[in-house]
């Protein structure tokens, strides 16, 4: 999922003391009602599940009228976990409101906007035609004939007429502009001329995703990042109508309501079917997070001036979700119905850290440590049968050192005395030869006389000195090593010899250029 958690103490958590742990107790107590109410927890696969049901059985018995015993509440039956992206310190917030805006039942020629409901044509895959509440995800699909699909249409086609005349119209309202902030909304109030009001709620869409206007704005350069929001984008649309029908159909996004029985003292519904409560009810991403989970936000949000960072440090509760609500720590802050409600939720779009309550059913340091580890890979098991072992590598042996041998002149004799040869005086003679030139052959000392122990000493004085080779001699040849005898050849077979195939010259075609060109 691409979320992070730690755990962190009360104490740690800044503004948890000073909070007004009171309202978000009620809060609370109303998302326990339709969790409560259900018999048999629907199975969900998200971390949460249907652990909510052991505090909300609490909360419903328990006598709390004071703020410090919601905090106690909140500390006996939750764990903190300081959650956000992965790889990220901060989440991100951003607020909604409810519209009062001026309509009528009827189509007159100042109100002339539709606001449709769900076409009975329109088809979410999964989602039986009959359920009260559509997804504001996925794909949504119109049928032709009896089997064929195709995507619904976008809100061009919708705005020039596509379903006009279908009886589909709640009522009408004044400009586009009016409708566009509607659905981004989800829900609005509408003031009818007779003093009455008619409430609407999101009931479907079209199935294509949302795209900002206000990033277009930003992309092109007409509005700066700093000044957007919703009051910028609703003056510059009223300022350039043309330019606005452009720009509106660059989400072509559309969502259809329907109209809920609430008088003007009830709170718009969220996506959970309860009644929201302004500074207290966040929308969160549905596909991660459970209805009725606590959110501690801590944040400096411009609140009181678009310029100002007052401190936010509230708990939430998550009951309203919506289709730009994405990530474990994003969040939609709701702050009621109105004019000054509208003003403070078009500025926000600001960091804020987020601390999620978690039952402590489902304690996740305990869980933790009897947590199994995932099997090993294959290739991991392979490498424990068969270990592998590296072979050792031997040191490369030096080389032996050559002798640094001095040649050897065979034509002078060798004049080696003892080492205990002494001199007539007593002293040690010198062992070095006498260096004198040869200048002639015939100069040249006798040759020494080799003996022969087995020859008699008598016949050792005859013996006939042999002659000193000469280096220029020839080496004295080796015997030839012992011939090995060769195989016996293969006896030769006659084969019939193939006919000559018949050669065909073909024009135009070399197989040595082709062969040449392609290498």
Known sequence: MGSQYAPVAWADIDGWADDDHLQAFQAFRTSCKPISAQRIPPVDSKALGGSLRDPCHVAKAADISDTAKAKAF????????????????????????????????????????????????????????????????GEVFRKIGRRKLVPYYDRAQIEDGKIAGRGLEICWLKSQTDLLFTQIQGSARVKLEDGGTVRINYEAHNGFPYTPVGRVLIDRGIVPKEQMSMQRIRQYMEENPDAANELRRQNRSYVFFREVQLSDKDEAVGAQGVPLT?????????????????????????????????????????????????????????????????????????????????PKSIDPVARGRTMPLPEDRPSAKIAKLFPQVEPKVEPPKEPAKPVDAKPVDMTKPADVKPADAKAPDGKIADTKPAEKPIEKAADAPAAPVVKDASVPADAAKTAVPLPVPSPLAQATPQPAATAVPLPEARPQIAREQPKPKRRVHRRGHSHHRHRFFWQ
């Open 278 to 358: 302004p500074g207290r009810s966040i929308a969160v991403d549905k596909s991660l997070h459970v209805y009725g989970t606590p959110f501690f936000i801590e944040g400096d949000l411009p609140i009181d001036s678009e310029q100002s960072k007052t401190p936010f440090r509230r708990l939430m509760v998550a009951q309203d979700t919506g289709s730009a609500i994405v990530g474990p720590a994003r969040a939609d802050l709701y702050f009621g119905a109105g004019v000054e409600a509208g003003r403070v939720a078009g500025r926000m779009r600001h960091p804020a850290r987020f601390v999620m309550l978690v």
């Open 74 to 137: 909140f500390e006996n039956n939750f764990l903190p976990l300081r959650i956000s992206r992965l790889g990220e310190a901060d989440g991100f917030v951003t607020g909604y409101y409810e519209p009062v805006i001026e309509g009528s039942r009827t189509r007159t020629g100042v109100y002339n906007v539709p606001v449709y409901r769900k076409p009975s044509n329109l088809f979410v895959r999964g989602v039986p035609q009959s359920a009260t509440s559509m997804p504001n995800k």
